[in-house]
Each structure stands twice: as structure tokens, then as C-alpha cells.
């Protein structure tokens, strides 16, 4: 059975968004993005605002199988913290697809209490 996979991807990755969902298909699971589900100029940039873009995508976690982080930003941390609370198998592909995900790891990493700590070691 196929089972969904959440993509979370920063947004200054969104020029990843295709390759990223080829590879999650090419793994044999449906890719669910937030940037396909969630237009910017219509829910974050836009009259939608990123609060509750934020919580919308929180729930699409919930729905989806598991959660694969792509890249690191205040967002996909956010995220991620959730997909933890919702007990989620995370998987992470930030080197492969994000090479500035350490740097910003070490800045934003601790306002969302370091999760990626826990799950890299």
C-alpha cells in the first residue's frame, strides 16, 4: 500500500518542489507538498497569512503517513516539532537536498527546543 509522505521543504527551496516529489514517488510513496497544496500567493503571501497557512499545514502532517524533512527553516521545524507530538516516522534527506541546512539548524534550532538533536543521534 502506498502510504503519504509529507514533504517539508523551506521555502527557499520551492525551486526543489518537482525533484523533491520525483523523489519520494520514485521511492514508491505519494508525495503530499505544502507548496503544491498551499499556493504562497494565496496562503502564506498572500490574504490566507502565515498563521494559519502554519496550521493548515500542521494538519495536513496529522493526515499524511510520515513526515520527511527536505531543508530547515522556521517552518519545517515548526513542523517537525508536530510531526514528533503526533508520534510521525520522520525521515531526513536535509543533506541531500538542502547544503545550508546546518547554518540554519544552529540559528533556529533552539527556539523550537533543538529537535533534530534528538533524532540524529
Known amino acids: 500500500m502506498t502510504r503519504l509522505v509529507y514533504c517539508a521543504t523551506p521555502g527557499r527551496l520551492n525551486h526543489k518542489k ?6 519520494v ?3 514508491g510513496y505519494a508525495p503530499f507538498h505544502p507548496f503544491q497544496a498551499f499556493e504562497y500567493e494565496r496562503f502564506e503571501g498572500g490574504p490566507i497569512g502565515r ?8 494538519r495536513a502532517v496529522e493526515i499524511c503517513d510520515e ?3 527536505f531543508g530547515v527553516s522556521e ?3 515548526e513542523e517537525l516539532v508536530h510531526a514528533i507530538n503526533q508520534g510521525k516516522p520522520i525521515k531526513l534527506f536535509l ?3 538542502d547544503l545550508e541546512w546546518k547554518t540554519y539548524y544552529k540559528d533556529l534550532g533552539p527556539k523550537y527546543g ?3 538533536d534528538k ?3
Open 51 to 58: 498563521e494559519k497557512t502554519i496550521e493548515f499545514c500542521k
Open 114 to 116: 533543538d529537535p533534530l
Open 95 to 97: 543533506d541531500q537536498f
Open 75 to 77: 517552518g519545517t521545524l
Open 119 to 121: 533524532i540524529l543521534k
Open 25 to 27: 514517488t520514485n521511492q
Open 18 to 23: 518537482k525533484e523533491i516529489m520525483d523523489f
Open 67 to 69: 513526515y520527511w524533512m
